[in-house]
């Protein structure tokens, strides 16, 4: 049996089609970006002065010598209670797993919610 895969990017500013990844990164974080043709060059050229005038990181040291900021996650410490979440979630008609990482879009909705 034949198996074709297509992948459909779709650009992340604008909803459009998407015509390539764009990957950069920000102090120690690295981010990938789908973008369309024209949002790419712009890109690219909000990022060229900096491009230009910077240096690439000394190989076998960090990326960044200043702490990297933390993403507040749920269960580790941070303002969201995963079972007061997972119950919500449930109650309004969100599928969610009794165990592991809450999906992104779930943790949006209930925030929004909140």
């Known amino acids: 049996m034949v198996q074709k895969v297509q992948t459909i990017l779709e650009d992340d500013l604008d909803g459009g089609p998407a015509d390539e990844t764009v ?5 120690g974080v690295s981010y990938e970006i789908d973008l369309n043709s024209d949002h790419a060059s ?3 050229d909000a990022f060229a002065p900096y491009v230009g005038n910077g240096r690439p990181p000394d190989s076998g040291k960090p990326l960044s010598t200043g702490r990297r900021p933390r993403a507040v996650t749920e269960g580790r410490g941070g303002d969201n209670n995963s079972a007061e979440i997972r119950a919500w979630a449930r109650e309004t008609g969100h599928k969610v797993n009794e165990r592991g990482r809450l999906p992104k879009e779930v943790l949006e909705a209930y925030r929004m919610a909140h």
């Open 42 to 44: 712009e890109m690219r």
């Open 23 to 27: 990957t950069f990164a920000l102090d």
